[in-house]
């Protein structure tokens, strides 16, 4: 009974697999982090097709360490690895460095190859305890793919845990809506790339056919939640290309920065911002970025974000969200018959849950409470 439950979850995942990563290519447009993604999904497939082949042919325990599931295993933990990287720095990811960050699996997965074609004793292992017994270059070839494997899974969890906040601060004075990125995004990857990667860990090292059931059902969940999240996921658009190097473009600091003439510079261009935005309300656009005020002031990027946190006293996005948050309030006011979602949407914010955050942050209560007190 175990064993047809875990044959219709493998063919569950594998189509699941083969379905996500062909709508995350199709609906990649230009974001290559999907493009990596749905490239990963399709190698999971095919990975858990070598499984289920395999094991259709197999009359006795399944094999531990199999070093087609090793190799296949390490390529997708590597691509998962790129996903993220290309999430956190756009365009970091040239083909040069593609090729260069995945190409320890394809050597290693090579070496054991010529290893296999050249005559070289291979054996066939059932538990961990004897893969140490029979020790050799078939083993040490194996655990160096899998300790490749292990580097791979563990880089993106510490990316995301050193960069996450720094990226989060550099969205927030750059764009007007970071919280339409769903930067929480990165935690819940974390998380799930431990589960994917735990429970893969499981189906290389284990051989009882209950933990085969559950695990497979565990991670058919948590590969839908994964492609879900990735594919709906705004995308993060950014004068700012990464192609030259990984770190942000912190701000510099300008010459004379505590002379009279630049803090007298400075406060005119506030002022000329403020009576921009009274004026032209480029807050009403949801997509407001500060390159945008770029076109406007002739100023360059790094003087404008330091105006704002200096001059102004916050961040870009904050600046924004407190003239969007007047924008609704004018609204409730003058119409009280309009929905939240149209107060909302007609003050310049992408989605409802966003405008709510926003208000509370800025008022101390939430839209409807606001409203129905008039």
Same mark, same amino acid.
């Given at each position: 009974?175990?064993?047809?439950?875990?044959?219709?979850?493998?063919?569950?995942?594998?189509?699941?697999?083969?379905?996500?990563?062909?709508?995350?290519?199709?609906?990649?447009?230009?974001?290559?982090?999907?493009?990596?993604?749905? *490239?990963?999904?399709?190698? *999971?497939?095919?990975?858990?097709?070598?499984?289920?082949?395999?094991?259709?042919?197999?009359?006795?325990?399944?094999?531990?360490?199999?070093?087609?599931?090793?190799?296949?295993?390490?390529?997708?933990?590597?691509?998962?690895?790129?996903?993220?990287?290309?999430?956190?720095?756009?365009?970091?990811?040239?083909?040069?460095?593609?090729?260069?960050?995945?190409?320890?699996?394809?050597?290693?997965?090579?070496?054991?190859?010529?290893?296999?074609?050249?005559?070289?004793?291979?054996?066939?292992?059932?538990?961990?305890?004897?893969?140490?017994?029979?020790?050799?270059?078939?083993?040490?070839?194996?655990?160096?793919?899998?300790?490749?494997?292990?580097?791979?899974?563990?880089?993106?969890?510490?990316?995301?845990?050193?960069?996450?906040?720094?990226?989060?601060?550099?969205?927030?004075?750059?764009?007007?809506?970071?919280?339409?990125?769903?930067?929480?995004?990165?935690?819940?990857?974390?998380?799930?790339?431990?589960?994917?990667?735990?429970?893969?860990l499981v189906l290389l090292l284990t051989n009882t056919p209950l933990m085969y059931a559950i695990d497979k059902t565990v991670l058919l969940f948590v590969w839908y939640y994964f492609f879900y999240k990735a594919l709906f996921l705004k995308v993060v658009v950014?004068?700012?290309?990464?192609?030259?190097? *990984?770190?942000?473009?912190?701000?510099?600091?300008?010459?004379?920065?505590?002379?009279?003439?630049?803090?007298?510079?400075?406060?005119?261009?506030?002022?000329?911002?403020?009576?921009?935005?009274?004026?032209?309300?480029?807050?009403?656009?949801?997509?407001?970025?500060?390159?945008?005020?770029?076109?406007?002031?002739?100023?360059?990027?790094?003087?404008?974000?330091?105006?704002?946190?200096?001059?102004?006293?916050?961040?870009?996005?904050?600046?924004?969200?407190?003239?969007?948050?007047?924008?609704?309030?004018?609204?409730?006011?003058?119409?009280?018959?309009?929905?939240?979602?149209?107060?909302?949407?007609?003050?310049g914010f992408h989605s409802i849950s966003t405008f709510r955050r926003a208000f509370q942050k800025c008022t101390g209560t939430i839209p409807s409470e606001y409203k129905n007190s008039k």
């Amino acid at each position: 009974m175990l064993d047809k439950i875990q044959f219709l979850l493998s063919l569950q995942i594998i189509g699941f697999c083969i379905f996500g990563g062909l709508t995350l290519l199709l609906r990649a447009s230009d974001n290559r982090a999907k493009k990596i993604l749905g *490239w990963g999904m399709f190698l *999971w497939a095919f990975l858990a097709a070598i499984r289920l082949s395999v094991n259709l042919y197999l009359h006795e325990p399944k094999e531990a360490f199999h070093p087609d599931i090793l190799i296949m295993g390490a390529l997708v933990a590597a691509m998962l690895a790129c996903y993220v990287i290309e999430v956190l720095r756009p365009g970091f990811l040239t083909s040069q460095r593609f090729l260069l960050f995945i190409s320890p699996v394809i050597f290693g997965g090579l070496a054991y190859l010529t290893y296999r074609l050249s005559g070289g004793e291979i054996h066939t292992y059932y538990s961990i305890r004897e893969v140490f017994e029979y020790f050799n270059m078939d083993v040490l070839l194996r655990m160096t793919v899998f300790l490749l494997t292990l580097f791979y899974m563990v880089l993106p969890v510490y990316l995301i845990a050193r960069y996450g906040k720094d990226f989060k601060v550099f969205l927030s004075e750059n764009v007007s809506d970071p919280e339409e990125y769903d930067l929480e995004w990165l935690k819940k990857t974390m998380i799930i790339f431990i589960a994917l990667h735990g429970f893969y860990l499981v189906l290389l090292l284990t051989n009882t056919p209950l933990m085969y059931a559950i695990d497979k059902t565990v991670l058919l969940f948590v590969w839908y939640y994964f492609f879900y999240k990735a594919l709906f996921l705004k995308v993060v658009v950014l004068e700012h290309s990464f192609e030259s190097g *990984w770190d942000l473009p912190y701000q510099e600091e300008e010459d004379g920065d505590d002379d009279d003439e630049h803090r007298v510079l400075s406060k005119r261009y506030a002022e000329e911002v403020n009576a921009w935005f009274e004026r032209e309300k480029p807050y009403l656009r949801e997509d407001l970025r500060l390159t945008d005020l770029q076109r406007i002031f002739p100023i360059s990027r790094s003087y404008l974000s330091q105006l704002f946190n200096r001059e102004l006293g916050q961040s870009f996005s904050d600046y924004v969200n407190q003239f969007r948050i007047e924008e609704s309030k004018r609204l409730m006011d003058t119409e009280p018959n309009v929905s939240i979602q149209e107060i909302a949407e007609r003050s310049g914010f992408h989605s409802i849950s966003t405008f709510r955050r926003a208000f509370q942050k800025c008022t101390g209560t939430i839209p409807s409470e606001y409203k129905n007190s008039k």
